[in-house]
């Protein structure tokens, strides 16, 4: 008898369709994944774990999303491609460098690099970077030939790694390398960031364009890493304006960053009318990521791909943060129905090969809003706001382009450009003296989970 219900049951289940479609004319997605990426290990104790790829992978493919997509596994980018944006010496270091060799290296050239318990030196790091920067770089050309109007890499998306030293676990920039790949055709480029943290490296890269406007949603105290995103940085020379920062405090709720997310992304768009969008999806913005501090459920996440998604520009979707793998797989496998025009069923198929890690539930959303205390209030937020659009307002259109810029020389900078961006600099080696401090603090929270 009882063989017999699970039968049906089973047969049941064969039946449900996995998503509903809800648009007659859905884009052309794409999706870039070199399963590769997962093979890598940042050691033991370190919250990024290149795994959380691997359950993403597995829950897109159990809802059948490669239905939808075209699927694409990209070659790794090439050392010139890392050089784009990178320095030598640092790509020399990155290429070379081993853990075997770390021990014997210099105290001042680990310093130089950056060396320590957030970007440590393992395995293979030079071709994991290589991978992950190789798929958002196939990820524009898709976009840029037009054969795709929206490209999604969840193994990029590191926008902290800086021109010459990795930074809070990245090592390569691949958006800051995308965002130039796309600037060869594309005369104006939104950056929009919703992880949890400041998107420091690419604002820095950009920070002197009006060719691409920054704007980065996180959490901001002045010392919550990379310290970095208050709303004064507002970008410099031509750049100045170009850089838009929405600061926050802990426990804020889907409601409140929604409203704010729309009210803010809306006008900004409307008046730097980018040709292309670039959004970081960083996942530790949602309640409950182990290194987080937001009380996001994996709806209102979505709500601001979707939001973006509606303006029907060519969109390159980018993963990043986000350190509760179940989460952040059952977040981007969402995302990517989103930008799909489907809708999945809450129930996560269960031949699934991982199903055991998203138990007790087995739900694409579980509650993960109330363990902090929203400390946002009412008219901070309102506050924040207000002072965007004031921002906003200092621009008058959307800059034209000449076509003799393209690329943008990021590298001819003016002598009061190059003291800016060393201030800036400066105040984060501050912080991170701090921060080596707390690291060690840290180490104990590392072990628990
Ligand atoms: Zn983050």
Excluded at 91 to 102: D, I, K
Aim: with cysteine.
């Amino acid at each position: 008898m009882e063989e017999v219900t699970f039968t049906t049951d089973r047969r049941t289940t064969q039946h449900t369709p996995l998503y509903y479609g809800t648009s007659l004319s859905p884009p052309n997605v794409s999706y870039h994944y070199n399963p590769e990426v997962t093979r890598y290990h940042y050691g033991p104790h370190h919250p990024m774990k290149p795994f959380r790829l691997l359950l993403t992978d597995h829950l897109v493919i159990s809802y059948k999303l490669y239905e939808q997509m075209d699927l694409y596994t990209p070659r790794r980018a090439t050392k010139d491609e890392l050089l784009q944006f990178h320095s030598e010496d640092y790509v020399n270091f990155l290429e070379s460098v081993t853990p075997q060799a770390t021990g014997k290296l210099a105290e001042k050239t680990l310093a130089q690099f950056n060396i320590g318990e957030d970007c440590p030196v393992f395995d293979g790091m030079y071709d994991y970077s290589a991978i992950y920067a190789g798929a958002s770089l196939d990820a524009t050309r898709k976009l840029i030939s037009g054969q795709s109007d929206i490209a999604i890499n969840w193994s990029g998306g590191l926008h902290h790694a800086k021109k010459f030293e990795p930074s809070g676990f990245c090592y390569v920039n691949d958006i800051v390398l995308s965002i130039m790949n796309l600037l060869r055709v594309h005369p104006r480029v939104m950056y929009i960031d919703i992880d949890l943290h400041h998107g420091d490296g690419v604002q820095e890269a950009f920070y002197t364009s009006d060719r691409v406007m920054t704007v980065s949603f996180h959490k901001y105290n002045g010392e919550f890493f990379p310290g970095t995103g208050a709303m004064d940085e507002r970008g410099i020379g031509r750049g100045k304006n170009y850089a838009i920062n929405v600061p926050l405090k802990d426990g804020i709720d889907d409601d409140s960053y929604i409203r704010l997310f729309k009210s803010i992304m809306e006008p900004l768009i409307t008046k730097f009318q980018p040709t292309a969008i670039v959004q970081q999806c960083g996942a530790d913005s949602l309640g409950f990521d182990r290194l987080g501090c937001f009380n996001l459920n994996i709806r209102a996440h979505g709500e601001c791909v979707k939001f973006i998604k509606s303006f029907g520009l060519p969109l390159l979707v980018l993963g990043g943060g986000g350190y509760t793998p179940r989460n952040v797989s059952r977040l981007w496998c969402y995302e990517t129905s989103i930008l799909n025009d489907v809708s999945l069923d809450d129930k996560i198929p269960n031949y699934l090969p991982t199903y055991d890690w998203f138990a007790p539930d087995y739900s694409l959303h579980p509650q993960l809003d109330g363990r902090i205390d929203n400390k946002n209030s009412k008219k901070y937020i309102e506050c924040v706001k207000q002072e965007v659009l004031e921002q906003l307002r200092f621009l008058n259109h959307a800059p034209s382009v000449q076509m003799s810029d393209i690329p943008p020389d990021l590298t001819g900078l003016t002598e009061e450009e190059e003291d800016a961006i060393r201030d800036l600099n400066e105040e984060q080696e501050t912080d991170r003296e701090m921060r080596n401090v707390k690291d060690e603090a840290r180490v104990g929270e590392m072990v628990a989970t």
